[in-house]
Each structure stands twice: as structure tokens, then as C-alpha cells.
């Protein structure tokens, strides 16, 4: 053995089938592989981590290397496998610091009820919580907090999450809390949810609740593994990698195993990118049982879009973007008939014989019985020549037809996951590692890609990542970019910008160039806030170890939050870096312990066959039985005899939140919060039903009678933070109801007055800031019912829930036909109405119920209303009344009848796998502009609103085409890109340009729209109400300032046929 000590880095990947090391010496230029092995994954897991390390080392003993670890990286499937069978998972307590808000969407409401009931000890909703501008909402109530931990210990719960609203951004609460708790139960385990989740309280909660429940599985892991490598005689640190590529402590990790889930993957990836020494590809990872195949951007694998569900829990931690298939080295290979009996074809996967390959495949057979052996994907590759294992002679009688379709199905499922994670039309170059590998032909160029690349140790790739990984610190947060803002300075701009104002009536010209003026300001406050994160952030890494010239900003984006004016921006940084080892020249290399032959030949039980993907998804694709999907459970409508209302089921809901997703246009927020919501009233026992408008109207009051639409105003990241609920909408529902029926409201003045203060804004706008009144309801005003002000997005589904618990009818019909960005676009203001009475009510702050009695026009109601909800936190309630004629002749009638159409045409067809695009344009007369990837999406703040661009580059029959849409929280125009010149506009708002998942027909938002999405791009023809005169005034190309496009009508909307008769 030679007197010169080599410093390793000793990397480890633990799959479903197998555990793979990799010796790694990194202190040369290109780092170099000095020994490798593959081992059967163990049931204990650390005794196959045992025996692969001791395997790698012995390697390096025998061929004369005297070797000194530096340092263990480990990935492992073992938390997500741990989730995904609800196997050794401890009970939580939740603890949401949310004081008045989100109460309606509770913690583990959107879990799976079989994970709900193993992981679910209790759940608290305590005083407390910020708004998205740093401010308190309530103070910490600590007192509570002893009270409620008092509780969680006499149920015997040990572990503890604790959930702050807006505590990415502000986090004492949740640090407070945690410090409570240790003093009050020292024994209890804390988890804090800023910690682990970003921006949108739901998935962070859920991702907390993950983490926590880990906990005990995780601590006697990893003291499994230190045991391990303790046996073994390896006494320097260890690590554990993590979804994003990098690696956190042994110690670090017992607080937050979640961010482990999945490594595999990363790991595969990363290692992928050292042997190809390429840093943008696409990586194909092929191991026993399943495919993964991801992109690699910048040497990292681009992360999933904003959530992802993990065995069927949403979540918004960092995770690669990945998909994985049902194929491996395992697969079976079987033959069918055809349904017509005109011939045969071959299936591979997706399962397999996994960890039993050698005792259920053909080339590993050692005797002349078959009959317990199954033709594999290995047999084949054999069979086809492209390996040599086990017995060759064993596969020369397969049929050669079977091989040649089998190797055909195994290419085309491999070409099939490459297409779906492309990024572009370019062909990219595709790397292909695992053990898996064997199966791929390498004279044989995949579809779709420039260059096929099989390294050398392709079969320990994904060990390769992991003793490669990096350090890392990221920020996910909002930024108040006014707080930076001279606004002194910045106003003063703005003056002077409005003296050239003079023509003005409704206030659009004076807001344009007031945001004009303050562009500049807020772009430098952005500028800086940027550049202060990244320096924080790398001085982080450099006291956690870091070498700082070894830094790396791997991400910074920033987008600014819809609906609020100019001040709120979403910042996101990730700066990654490596390691320093320090002085290794006195360190002692190591020496084989004395059992060495024991350990070599311990035993340890396999695990079962892989059930799951390594990023927690079933391989066989069969749901879980424990899973309640209604989208699985198609229901015609049913009609009540008798009144002819139709009565909402859960399928139901699942259609019209589908179909208006889509009538969303981009805009208008993700109505998931909605929808939750309405599927526990009905499983409440709550009644929604729906009122065709003829037959709700037909005896009705021409005046008294009233239909109040209710929706939220405000930004819907900022909803989505604080879990809306309906106590805002019905607050305002009720102010509106008592202007009517104890104020007499009419034409802008009430009747009885109680010595309200009426005050004036400084648009003109009278209201009254607390309106409670106390007098009698003699007036002989009623609400009649309900109806959405916006078909599109979250507030469609809003006024079913206050429906349910007034047990009042929901109107078939709405007040845009779609979602538009702003109140005066509602369509009874478009066609005359006043603008006015209106109520509102902040988010959280029921008590204060604001009754708008007069606006001079509608622009400044919309004005008033914003910036009320602005003053309440960016997220409010507001209620607007519809008398008989203005619902009957001013709003789109029968419009919930046609979401449901659409989202049940969807439905169905995904049950059916049948075309979901086909589906949106056969049901509404639409065209199917463009399949293809999002190649660039531009954003800024302007106004507080989401502006920008996307740029789509076509696929499939789309190849070399180029696509621009341009947006204003919804999207307003489709423009080709030709020879790099703007083309003819193909279509403008008010039609609907609707972008969804090319694969599910799923909406995707404008805030959620990101590089690399796989999308379709629809256009369907708008309500004719909005293709009049008045009408395009406002919401026409021009009302967005594009001067130079005249609006053309696409086709004409086909008549929805109403689902509630008319009796």
C-alpha cells in the first residue's frame, strides 16, 4: 500500500432495488472515481449502506490506494417511501398562528384521509400572524400557546408543527412559539414552517406537517447510519443530500428530513452532468423498476413550478422537476391480442421483478424449468445483444418478433418521457445512467435529440451526484419595494407627470402616468433588494463552511404580486458552493476493521418489491383506494322535480372549478381554496343549488328583489397566504342587505341615516366607513339569491358558499362571462349601471363593514375598492346588488351551466384517454392554436398589476413556430413571432386566450407560468355581450392600450344548453 493518502469523498445512493457507492478524490482538477459497487437495497437500509461504503473501500485497499474519507454524502428513498405506505410516521399537532384568518380552511383538509388519520394528532388555530407588509395582524397570544401545549402533552403528542400566516416573511411568531414550547414541553420536537415551505400557506403547512412526522423515523436513521459507518471504522462527517442537489448535515437533517424526499433523482442528475461534463441536457436515469428523466439546467436539475404533490399531499418545497415511468431493467415483457383479433403487440412495464430479477428472469436461470420466470426488459437487451449477463443461451428461443417489438416499446417509452421534459424544439443531448442503461441501443439515436450519451460508470451515476453536491441558502420571500422608496421624491414625479393630464373623465389616462413616474423608483428599489439578498445569503454560506470563491447564484427571478399597486414584489434567490475540507495532511487514512470478513458477509432482509417512484408516485398508476378523487367519479346533474333547481354534487364542483380555471384566462387566482372549501360544505350536509334566472326572476320585485354578487379583491398569492374564507363575502353580503333593508338605500343617499358619518374620498367616492345599522327591516328589500361576479378563477366559485350557508339559490349566470382584472369591467356597469351602492369588508377585520353609497364613475369604484382592500392587508370581500332587469339583460346568462359543460367535457375525456384539448374545443367552439414549451416569460410592475409577456415555442405540429402572449394579469393578445418580427395579431381580449398543461388541460395562471412549462395554447370566442360598443370600451384591445389593434371577433359562441329548468 503506498505511503500517500488520497482524501475521498464517499458517495451513496439508496434506490428501491439497489444500493450503489462511489469512492470520489476530488482534490484534483477533474475529480477522479476511484472504486464503485452496486448492492441489493436492505429492508434496515443501513446494512446495505454498510456493505457498499466497506465494498468501495476494500476496492481502493486492493488496488494498493491508502484512502482518507473526508466525507459521506447519502440519498435515500427512505422518508418518501416512509409517507407514501404511512409506515413509521409520529402523530402532529398543527398549530396555526392565524388569528382571524383561514379558520374555513383547516390544517390537513386537503390530505389524504388514510394519511390524515396515521399523521393527524391535533389541530389548533391560535391568535397571531402578519400581512404581507411585515405588519402584525393580531399580536402572539402566549397564554394560548401555554394552553394549547398544555393540550398537545396530554394527548401524548410529541410532535409539534407551528404554522405563521405570512412567516416566510415575518417569522418571530413562529420562532416565539417554538421557544414557548421548549420551555413549557422539552421534550416536544418543533417544526417551523418558514422554515421549510415558501409563499402560499396550505402547501407550506403540508410540507411542515411531513416534516415533523418524520422526525422519529428520521433520528433513528440516521443513527443507523452513523452506527454503520462507525462499524466500519469511517469517522468523518456525514451527509445527507437533498431535493434540490445539494447536501445538509447529519445534524441539520434530524430537524428537516422533508427536504431529502427526493434526492435520488437530483443525485442521478448531478452525476450525469460530471461524467458527460455537459451542464444542459436531459437526463434519463433507468434503474430496475422505474424511468426518471428530468432536465438539467446550469449542471442542477430545474425545479418543480410552485407545488407538487407528494403521495397525494400539496406541497411547495424545494423539489427537482422530474417524471417518472414504470420502466427498468425488471420490466416484464408481455404479449396481448389485439381487441379486433387482427394481431399481437408487446407491453413493457410498468411493473416489475425489481429486486427479484435474478430469481425471475430468463438469463439468470440456472436449471430447465421456466415456469416461475418471466420474460424481463434484461432478457430482451440480451436477447437484441446489447449486454452480456447471466446465460445467453437462455434467451436465444425468444421469439425474435417479441424482441424486436419489446426493444421498439422500450425506445418509444424513453423517447416519449424526453419529449415531455423537453424545454425547446431544439434537439437536445441526452444522457442516459443507471443500471438500467443496458437497455437502450446505443447505434440507435433517440427521437427528438442530437446526441446519445452512455457514460462510462453509468450504472453509479446517481452515487456519483451525491458525493458531488454542494452547499446551498435560498430566498423565496416578498419584498415591500415602497419601504426603499425615497416616496417623496418619487410623488413629486408624479405631480409633475399629471400636469400634462388634462382630459381625463375616467381616470385612466391620470393612472397611467402616474405609474409611468414611479417605474423607475420602484425598478432601483428591486435592483437593490436583490442585490442585498444575494450578499446575504453568500456570507451565510461562508460561515456554514463555504468557500467563498466557490459561490455560485444558480437562480434569481422576481415577480411582482398581481392586484396591488406597485409595492409588493416576490423575490427568489439560490447561490450554491462548495465545501471547505480543511488541513487533511495529519489525518490517519483508514485502516479495515478487524471484522471486516463479518461485516462483508452479514445478512440482512431485501425490502419488498417497489411500489412507488423515488419522487413518491405509484408505479403501477392505480389509485389508492383510501384516495377520494371526485374528479374519478362522473355524475349526470340532478335536477329537483319540483323546483327545477339543480343540486350540486361533488363531481359538480369538480366541473365548474375545472371550467373556470380555464374561463380564467390566466387571471382571476387559482380557485383550488374555492373548491376545498366547497367540497366540505356538501360533505357537511350543506346545500348548494343552482336557479336558472328565468324562473328565479319570473314573479319576482322589479327593484326589491336582489341578487348580490360576492367576490374577493385583492392579490390572489396574498389570499392563497391567508386561506380566504367566506366570513369577508358574507360580511359584505350582510352591510349591502342592511343599506337595503334598514337603510331604504336609493340613488346614492339612505333613508335612515342613525347619525352615520358619510365621508368622502379624494376621488369623490361617499361611504360610510362601520356600517351597522340597528333599526327595522321595513323597507321590504330581500336578497334573493346569489350569482359569481366572475365565471373565471377563484371568485366564480365564491357565492356557492355563501349560498350554502344562507340556503339561498345560486343564479345560472355571472357578471363578465370570463375574469377581468378590475370592478368597472363587470358588465351591468358596462351597460349603464351605476356604480354604486357597494360593500367591503377586509380581510380578518369583520368588524368593519365599509358601505360605498355614491362613486361619480366606475373607474373610481374601482379605484375605492382597491385601495381599501389595500389598507386591509391586500385581500378583502366585497358585495354588489343586481336588480330583475340588470340580471335578466345586463349579465351572461346560463354561464355556470357552460363551466360545467367544459370541465366535465375534460373530465371525461382524461377517464376516457381521450384528447382533453379536443374536448375544450369541441365544447366550445374554440381553436387549438399551438402545443409547445414556454421558452421566456417577462414580467413587471406596473400599476399592481401582473404585466408582461410569455414567449411559447410550438411542438408536435407546431415545430419552428413562435408564439407571443401578452398579459395583464389575464391575457389580452396572441401574437406570432415570424423570422424574429411580430406577426399578424391572431387574437385580442375580450375572446379568451386560455393557456393550459398540454397533457391534463389543467389552467396555468400567469403567476404560475414559468420557463420550460409544457402547455397548450387555446382561443375561444367571448359572450356576445362582450362584443358590443359598450363593452369594448372597456375591456376591448384598447382598453389595454393597444391603440393600433381593432378587436376581430372569433367565431361565435354556440348557445349553452342551462342545466336548472325553468319552472
Known sequence: MTDIVTPVIIGVDIGGTNTDAVLLCPSKEIPEILAEIKELTTADVTTGVKKAILGCLKQAVQSGKSVLP???????????????????????????????????????????????????????????????????????????????????????????????????????????????????????????????????????????????????????????????????????????????????????????????????????????????????????????????AGVLKNGFPREAASHVKV???????????????????????????????????????????????????????????????????????????????????????????????????????VEDVIDKVKLSVDELPVIVVGGGSILIDRSRLLKGTKQLIIPEHFGVANAIGAALSKVSASYNNIVNLIDRVNTLEMEACVSKALEDVTNDPDGKESERVSNQARKPFLVKARDDAMEEICQKIKATLVTDGATEESLEILEKEDSVLAYIPGNATQIKVKIVGDLSWGETKDKQAWLPPDNIEKLVLEDSQTIEKQKFSSTGQRIDSKEEEMIQDWTRSPKDPVIDPLTGEWLISEWDIECIVLGSGIYGCGGGGNPHLGRLRALKALQDGKRMRVINPESLMKNADPEKD??????????????????????????????????????????????????????????????????????????????????????????????????????????????????????????????????YPAAIVGSGNYKERTAMLYAPANKLLENFLRLTSIENGCSAGMALPLNKSSLLNKTPLHTVSSAWRLGNAILRARLQKESVIEAIVQQENGKHIMNGKILDVQRETSGGFNRGFLLVEGSDDWLGQKLLIEFQNENLVLIPIIDGKRGQCLGTTPDLICIVDADNAEPITTEEVKFGLRVAVLLLPSHDLLRRAESLRWVGPQAFHYEELQFCPFKQRLPTIPIPLCK
Open 311 to 413: 403521495s397525494g399531499v400539496r406541497t411547495n418545497f424545494r423539489m427537482p422537476d422530474v417524471l417518472s415511468i414504470g420502466l427498468g431493467g425488471g420490466s416484464y415483457v408481455k404479449e396481448h391480442t389485439k381487441k379486433d383479433g387482427s394481431g399481437q403487440y408487446v407491453t413493457v412495464g410498468p411493473l416489475s421483478a425489481g429486486l427479484n430479477l435474478m430469481k425471475e428472469s430468463y438469463v439468470f436461470n440456472t436449471s430447465n424449468n421456466y415456469s416461475d420466470r418471466f420474460i424481463t426488459a434484461t432478457d430482451v437487451a440480451v436477447a437484441s445483444g446489447l449486454c452480456q449477463l447471466g446465460s445467453t443461451e437462455n434467451v436465444k428461443k425468444l421469439n425474435k418478433s417479441l424482441v424486436n417489438q419489446a426493444m421498439d416499446e422500450i425506445h418509444r417509452l
Open 706 to 835: 336582489l341578487v348580490i354578487t360576492t367576490a374577493f379583491i385583492g392579490a390572489p398569492l396574498i389570499m392563497y397566504e391567508q386561506a380566504v374564507s367566506s366570513r369577508e363575502t358574507t360580511a359584505a353580503l350582510e352591510c349591502l342587505r342592511d343599506l337595503y333593508e334598514i337603510g331604504g338605500f336609493k340613488d346614492g343617499v339612505i333613508v335612515n341615516q342613525e347619525n352615520f358619518l358619510v365621508e368622502t374620498s379624494p376621488g369623490g367616492c361617499k361611504f360610510i366607513r362601520n356600517y351597522r345599522p340597528t333599526g327595522e327591516r321595513t323597507t321590504g328589500y330581500k336578497v334573493v339569491a346569489m350569482v359569481s361576479a366572475e365565471i373565471g378563477g377563484m371568485n366564480a366559485i365564491e357565492p356557492f358558499l355563501q349560498a350554502a350557508n344562507l340556503d339561498l339559490p345560486i343564479v345560472d349566470g355571472d357578471g363578465m362571462s370570463r375574469a377581468f382584472p378590475e370592478v368597472q369591467m363587470f358588465m351591468p356597469y358596462m351597460f349603464g349601471n351605476l356604480p
Open 70 to 292: 473526508l466525507q459521506v454524502n447519502i440519498g435515500t428513498t427512505h422518508f418518501v417511501n416512509a409517507v407514501v405506505q404511512g409506515k413509521d410516521l409520529a402523530k402532529v399537532a398543527a398549530v396555526r398562528i392565524c388569528g382571524p384568518v383561514s379558520e374555513e380552511v383547516p390544517p390537513f383538509m386537503d390530505f389524504p384521509s388514510r394519511l390524515a388519520n396515521v399523521i393527524c394528532g391535533s389541530v389548533h388555530l391560535v391568535h397571531g400572524g402578519f400581512r404581507f407588509d411585515g405588519k402584525e395582524h393580531e399580536s402572539l397570544d402566549e397564554q394560548q400557546i401555554r394552553n394549547v401545549l398544555k393540550d398537545i402533552q396530554s394527548k401524548g403528542i410529541k410532535n409539534i408543527a407551528f404554522i405563521g400566516v405570512f412567516s416566510p416573511t415575518r417569522p418571530e411568531h413562529e420562532i416565539r412559539a417554538k421557544k414557548i414550547a421548549l420551555e413549557e414541553y422539552p421534550e416536544a420536537s418543533v417544526t417551523l414552517s418558514h422554515e421549510i415551505g415558501h409563499i402560499g400557506l396550505l402547501e407550506r403547512e403540508n410540507a411542515a406537517l411531513l416534516n415533523e412526522c418524520l422526525k422519529p423515523l428520521c433520528k433513528k436513521t440516521i443513527s443507523g447510519f452513523q452506527t454503520a459507518l462507525d462499524e466500519i471504522g469511517v469517522k468523518c462527517p456525514f451527509y445527507l443530500t437533498q431535493n434540490d442537489g445539494t447536501i445538509v448535515s447529519s445534524e441539520a437533517v434530524l430537524e428537516q428530513p422533508v427536504l431529502t424526499f427526493a434526492s435520488g433523482p437530483t443525485n442521478s442528475m448531478r452525476g450525469a452532468a460530471f461524467l458527460s461534463e455537459l451542464k444542459d441536457a436531459i437526463v434519463v436515469d433507468i434503474g430496475g423498476t422505474t424511468t426518471d
